[in-house]
């Protein structure tokens, strides 16, 4: 069993930055690919971005790539989101998940364990 707690989110201008930290409960946290995802308003939760858990290996969703930075580190049982470069369409509820597998997957429906969410508000 997985709990996992997001922290972080805040309403933030256009261009500005946010981490968000997802704390882990577990002994086994460095086993589970992590992934964040997003739900905006009237809109179906999407992928954001994913580390893997045997090699640190990232992916992103293309609308991020180059401004968000997805990290964990395994000691503190916590995975991050680095977002710069804010824009409002970034403006959802942030979650973090975790799978178990070789590889982290860009569906929702691959992971396990989630979060209870932290809302970001990317002003204009």
């Known amino acids: 069993q997985v709990q996992l707690v997001e922290s972080g989110g805040g309403l933030v201008q256009t261009g500005g930055s946010l981490r968000l930290s997802c704390a882990a409960s577990?002994?086994?946290?460095?086993?589970?690919?992590m992934g964040w995802f997003r739900q905006a308003p009237g809109k179906e939760r999407e992928f954001v971005a994913a580390?893997?858990?045997?090699?640190?290996?990232?992916y992103y969703q293309d609308s991020v790539k180059g401004r968000f930075t997805i990290s964990r580190d395994n000691a503190k049982n916590t995975v991050y989101l680095q977002m710069n470069s804010l824009k409002p369409e970034d403006t959802a509820v942030y979650y973090c998940?975790?799978?178990?597998?070789?590889?982290?997957?860009?569906?929702?429906?691959?992971?396990?364990?989630w979060g209870q969410g932290t809302q970001v508000t990317v002003s204009s």
């Open positions: 998940a975790a799978s178990r597998g070789p590889y982290p997957s860009m569906s929702s429906a691959r992971y396990d364990y």
């Open positions: 580390i893997r858990w045997s090699d640190g290996s990232t």
């Open positions: 577990g002994r086994t946290f460095s086993m589970y690919n």
